[in-house]
């Protein structure tokens, strides 16, 4: 935590993640394949990170790129992935279930979410709330499925985030007492303390990427020294 910031950092893959804990950072959203926007990771990647870093690790569930309406197989398996990584004692889930229509699937929510609670772990709603039709109704569905954190770009289109985080402020103003909007989508050097600024946040979730040679997506590190510079200026 910086300037009483709780910094998150979206990783891909083992070696960056145990880079990353190196830093003044809060949390790791532990992912696979984030040239897909981030798949489930494997198992195995989180019980090795346990053993090696104490940086909290919330790990995404979702079992394909796309959409985020999912068949009953599907959802099957992400219930299946989501209790095998609270086993080996991830600190949090993050997942998206939707409608036909883009709406909240408020029973796949609220399945996840009291799975994920009965381990004491976070529930996390990532950016399908972005493709909701109205943010205020899903926020309200959400902190009735008892969801700790939302994170959301303020239904801006990548990589624009600073033009959602006046709706972010809002949803703040009218929610933040019982559900946390996380700002993500978006976060870079030149605009960090524009979007804590702007939307009244006190997290930040960032990716701190570049493209690496072997094509794939891998941490930056001096992406992030710049970035958590930027925080402590505020």
């Known amino acids: 935590m910086i300037n009483d910031i709780t ?3 979206c990783i891909g893959n083992v070696s960056d993640a ?26 195995e990647t989180l019980k090795y990170l346990k053993e090696k870093i104490d940086t909290k690790i919330c790990c995404m569930v979702r079992p394909r790129g796309g959409n985020f309406l999912y068949d009953e197989n599907e959802f099957k398996v992400m219930l ?3 209790e095998n990584l609270l086993k080996a ?18 029973d796949r929510t609220k399945t996840m979410s009291s799975l994920i609670h009965s381990y004491n772990a976070e529930a996390i709603f990532h950016k399908a709330f972005d493709d909701t039709p109205d943010p205020y109704k899903a926020s309200e569905t959400l902190i009735e499925c008892k969801i700790n954190r939302i994170l959301t770009s303020g239904q801006a289109v990548y990589p624009d985030i600073l033009k959602g985080c006046e709706l972010i402020n809002d949803l703040n103003n009218k929610y933040g007492d019982s559900i946390i909007f996380l700002p993500g989508g978006g976060v870079r050097i030149e605009n960090v303390k524009d979007v804590l ?10 990716t701190s990427k570049k493209q690496n040679p072997g094509n794939y997506v891998e941490f930056d590190e001096e992406q992030l020294k710049q970035i958590l510079k930027e925080i402590s200026s505020l």
Not at 21 to 29: G, L
Not at 94 to 101: A, T, W
Not at 197 to 206: A, L, N, P, T, Y
């Open 7 to 9: 910094i998150e950092i």
């Open 18 to 43: 145990i880079k990353a804990s190196s830093f003044p950072i809060d949390r790791i959203e532990l992912n696979s394949a984030l040239e897909l926007g981030g798949l489930t990771p494997s198992l």
């Open 89 to 106: 004692k991830a600190d949090g889930i993050v997942f998206g279930f939707l409608n036909e229509d883009n709406t909240i699937n408020i």
């Open 80 to 82: 299946k992935d989501a």
């Open 197 to 206: 600024k702007v939307s009244g946040s006190k997290q930040i979730h960032m």
